[in-house]
């Protein structure tokens, strides 16, 4: 009986881990799609409602909208009058108060996803949040502040990257970490699981 106790524990817990890890990744996929399907979604349930008197949900119709949505952006982006178009949205939405702070900040950290690594001058250790304490971080920029030479560093926290802290420190209050940055990205983003 002892026996039978301890191979369906040992068991139930393997398979915790192997099914726990499945259905969280389940979970946030069907949020996400119901979430960008809810965005175009309902609105374009209403319009087909008004045109073929048809109130029947179609699932995903929002979501192919999105998508042919970004993939006209993406064209309009790339030629003369689009870019001119786009130039424009951009200072009317930079004078709106409210809208301009949101605006420029999902502009900046989309800006920081499509630069990628490179983005990143290099991987670094500095003292923070307290002397004795190294945590990664990565150069962004160089700067001189009243004829003094400081460096940027982005502090991530872990383990959502895009979320941290930018940090003014003296060139040698920043020291070598050894890696690579697309292992320190890796070290941050698996909570300091993968380390190389």
């Not at 006209?72 to 108060?97: F, H, K, Y």
Request: some cysteine; hydrophobic content about 45%.
């Amino acid at each position: 009986m002892e026996r039978l106790v301890k191979h369906f524990k040992g068991k139930f817990i393997t398979g915790l881990f192997v099914v726990v890890p499945l259905g969280i990744t389940i979970f946030i996929l069907k949020f996400l799609f119901n979430f960008a399907d809810g965005i175009l979604g309902s609105y374009l349930d209403s319009l087909l409602a008004a045109l073929i008197n048809d109130h029947s949900y179609i699932p995903g119709l929002g979501m192919l909208t999105g998508v042919i949505v970004i993939y006209v952006s993406g064209i309009l982006a790339t030629n003369v009058m689009g870019t001119r178009i786009l130039r424009w949205w951009d200072e009317l939405l930079s004078r709106i108060p409210l809208v301009k702070s949101i605006y420029n900040s999902s502009k900046q950290l989309t800006q920081v996803f499509k630069e990628g690594k490179a983005s990143y001058r290099r991987a670094v250790f500095v003292e923070w949040p307290r002397t004795g304490v190294r945590a990664v971080g990565f150069v962004t920029a160089e700067v001189e502040r009243d004829g003094e030479k400081l460096v940027v560093v982005y502090v991530p926290t872990m383990p959502n990257p895009t979320s941290g802290f930018a940090l003014f420190f003296k060139e040698h209050e920043v020291y070598d970490c050894g890696l690579s940055v697309e292992d320190a990205v890796k070290f941050v983003v698996s909570g300091g699981a993968v380390v190389h």
